[in-house]
């Protein structure tokens, strides 16, 4: 599979296909293609990975791409205005939060479901109780709205993101939440009463631009 990423305020992913390669995106991604091209809609782990699917706020299915003939293209885009980073698969997989992912291929890639390990990070973390984890062999796609700042955290070492800020890390992360303290913060800091606690080792990748869970949901995506 060859890619490229263009364009500034709002990037897209121009992706060239051998035959029968496929590509799994997120639905409504599909910005054009030529016409060897096919597409449907499937579910990733069948009937409890729908079940899943649809409590971590990515859409019951996602589409699955692939080509009948040599050299067809596909562009994907998003409905919001950001920038895509390669996630490279054999870094280790990788946790998305809604609305970060945007497509995955290359082989055996699973598209699964993960519960948040500390129930405060499940309620309270702005990620929700279930992410989304993408493993495998290949690459992942992954938006970030506005852009993309990358942090690589050594063991044991922590950072505090503002909720809506986060949108992807690596599998060893720890996800967890810590109170932003004082009643004064809390009512007028416009943070939130609690900030996402990541803790190393690992990759983290955080947006400009904070994604609202309106957004989320009521994107195509």
């Not at 950001?82 to 990788?94: K, N, Q, S």
């Not at 800020?165 to 004082?182: C, R, T, W």
Request: with cysteine.
């Amino acid at each position: 599979m060859k890619y490229t990423i263009s364009g500034e305020i709002a990037q897209f992913a121009r992706l060239e296909f051998g035959p029968g390669e496929p590509v799994w995106s997120s639905r409504g991604a599909i910005m054009t293609y030529t016409d060897g091209v096919t597409w449907e809609l499937k579910i990733p782990g069948g009937l409890s990975g729908a079940v899943k699917r649809s409590f971590a706020g990515e859409g019951i299915a996602l589409t699955r791409i692939t080509a009948q003939k040599p050299e067809q293209v596909v562009l994907l885009a998003t409905s919001a205005p950001g920038h895509i980073m390669v996630w490279d698969l054999a870094d280790g997989p990788v946790i998305t939060t809604r609305g970060s992912f945007l497509a995955a291929w290359g082989n055996q890639i699973d598209i699964n479901v993960t519960i948040a390990r500390k129930a405060g990070a499940a309620f309270f973390g702005g990620s929700g109780l279930l992410l989304q984890k993408v493993s495998g062999q290949g690459f992942v796609l992954i938006h970030a709205s506005g852009d993309f700042e990358e942090r690589v955290l050594d063991a044991k070492e922590t950072i505090l993101v503002s909720t809506g800020h986060l949108a992807a890390f690596a599998e060893g992360v720890d996800y967890d939440i810590k109170g932003v303290g004082g009643c004064r913060k809390m009512l007028f800091g416009g943070e939130g009463l609690f900030m996402t606690k990541l803790t190393g080792p690992g990759k983290v990748l955080l947006q400009t631009l904070k994604r609202h869970v309106q957004t989320q949901t009521s994107s195509s995506r």
